[in-house]
């Protein structure tokens, strides 16, 4: 039986900070309380990453926009007194580029090819996020070009064609 298209797509978004908050107290409600101060002044958090807890401990990193990572930290900063932590850290240069497609549920090894495929372009993943259409990596965001390349042909995506996505272009 002949499989439909299991990767439709590659997208990437130039336009990322990642923000890391090291020694966060095990508590309830810190999670709740750091990202409810930024819904409040509008900024979008995307990807949230977790990591295991030490010590009574939990350190995690999230993204946002680029022009969006002062007002973040501030926020951050402002929290400090209900929400103790160690430290808060971001970086900048980052990309997210993300792989898509609705055959991506039933096919496993998807994620695991490109994740080979952006190894062997000798760049480290600094987070990824995955949902049951779409992962998401992100990558520094000098080598995001050879890292697109590789993704369309390891997916089968190469094209001569040429498409347009977006908003407003300017045709003439």
């Known amino acids: 039986m002949e499989q439909g298209v299991v990767v439709s797509g590659i997208a990437f978004d130039k336009n990322v900070a990642r923000i890391s908050i090291?020694?966060?107290?095990?508590?309830?409600?810190v999670l709740a309380k750091?990202?409810?101060?930024?819904?409040?002044?509008?900024?979008?958090?995307?990807?949230?990453?977790?990591s295991g807890i030490s010590n009574g401990k939990a350190d995690f990193s999230f993204t946002?926009?680029?022009?969006?990572?002062?007002?973040?930290?501030?926020v951050i900063e402002r929290?400090?007194?209900?929400?103790?932590?160690?430290?808060?850290t971001y970086e900048e240069n980052l990309v997210k580029v993300s792989i898509v497609g609705a055959g991506m549920v039933s096919n496993p090894g998807v994620?695991?090819?490109?994740?080979?495929?952006?190894s062997r372009a000798g760049v480290s993943i600094k987070m990824v996020s995955t949902s049951e259409i779409?992962?998401?990596?992100?990558?520094?965001?000098e080598p995001?070009?050879?890292?697109?390349?590789?993704l369309h042909t390891a997916y089968g995506l190469d094209t001569a064609d040429a498409a347009f996505v977006g908003g407003p272009q300017d045709r003439r």
């Open 144 to 150: 995001l070009n050879e890292v697109v390349r590789a």
């Open 79 to 88: 929290v400090r007194g209900e929400v103790p932590y160690d430290e808060a």
């Open 34 to 50: 750091i990202f409810g101060a930024l819904a409040d002044e509008s900024i979008d958090v995307d990807i949230i990453v977790q």
């Open 64 to 74: 946002v926009s680029l022009a969006d990572r002062a007002r973040a930290l501030g």
């Open 111 to 118: 994620a695991a090819k490109m994740f080979d495929v952006i």
């Open 22 to 29: 090291v020694g966060v107290a095990d508590i309830p409600g």
């Open 134 to 141: 779409k992962c998401s990596c992100v990558i520094a965001a």
